[in-house]
């Protein structure tokens, strides 16, 4: 594991929740639907109103408090690396790791290989190529109050047919997944991509085989087992060309500049 940056003490209060956790942004995939656009360009740096999106990400997660972020990177790492190396500067008071899988393990497989690294309860989880405009630290404290070994944050979106839907009961628990269908077009609660996993979760993913969150773990999760916080905010998955158009607006304005 490399370590970029150096840490330093934030300001007290509850814009500082995120400071006893440790932070994991899942990197390491090949980024095949976004080759046509970005070429070997890695998600990560996939360029956003003329800024690398890890610009972004670090940004906010340093206005929550953040402290300490493990990048689990794989394809194209070494362009991270550089990139990490070269921008140091721009992101003092944040500790930054970075974990290199030697092939792509998945979802799952990439927590189970960084897991050594992963040193709070909870730890906070993030797809690398979602964008969400939430609450981080309420997303924390209903985390907290659920008691559950996972709360994943979920957007209502208006038209849900490009997503998988999440069935949330009239608890906040997660009842079930339902398969993306196109032919679906009406709103529902999506999963957001960023999830609060506890230390016995990680423990449980670290021991077993499963390669992806989504089909292995959420999946097979008994109903009611996950915890969900959900609610409207400006969203964004940069995994496909058609939503990297999008990205700019919605990351690059006013949602991607305001302070938490």
């Known amino acids: 594991m490399q370590s970029h940056g150096r840490e330093a003490a934030g300001a007290p209060g509850r814009a500082q929740c995120l400071a006893p956790l440790d932070v994991f942004v899942i990197a390491g995939g090949l980024g095949t639907r976004t080759g046509s656009v970005l070429g070997n360009t890695p998600k990560l740096l996939a360029p956003i109103a003329g800024k690398p999106y890890l610009t972004y990400l670090l940004d906010r997660l340093r206005r929550f408090g953040a402290k300490r972020i493990v990048l689990g990177l794989g394809h194209r790492a070494e362009a991270v690396l550089d990139f990490l190396d070269r921008n140091a500067h721009a992101y003092a008071g944040l500790d930054v790791a970075t974990v290199v899988e030697p092939q792509p393990l998945g979802t799952a497989g990439a927590i189970r290989f960084a897991r050594p690294h992963l040193r709070s309860d909870p730890v906070l989880i993030m797809n690398g190529d979602s964008f969400a405009d939430a609450d981080l630290c309420a997303f924390l404290d209903h985390h907290r109050r659920a008691g559950a070994k996972a709360t994943l944050l979920c957007v209502e979106v208006d038209d849900a047919g490009r997503y998988g839907r999440v069935d949330i009961d009239d608890k906040g ?72 158009r999008v990205a700019e607006r919605v990351i690059g304005g006013e949602a991607g500049r305001r302070p938490a």
């Open 173 to 244: 628990r997660i009842h079930g997944f339902i398969e993306k269908d196109r032919d679906f077009h009406g709103a529902s609660a999506v999963s957001a991509g960023v999830y609060l996993f506890s230390a016995a979760l990680l423990e449980e993913i670290a021991a077993g085989q499963a390669a992806s969150l989504e089909r292995e773990v959420f999946g097979n999760a008994p109903p009611g087992a996950f915890a969900a916080f959900a609610g409207r905010f400006a969203f964004v998955d940069i995994g496909t060309p058609d939503s990297l």
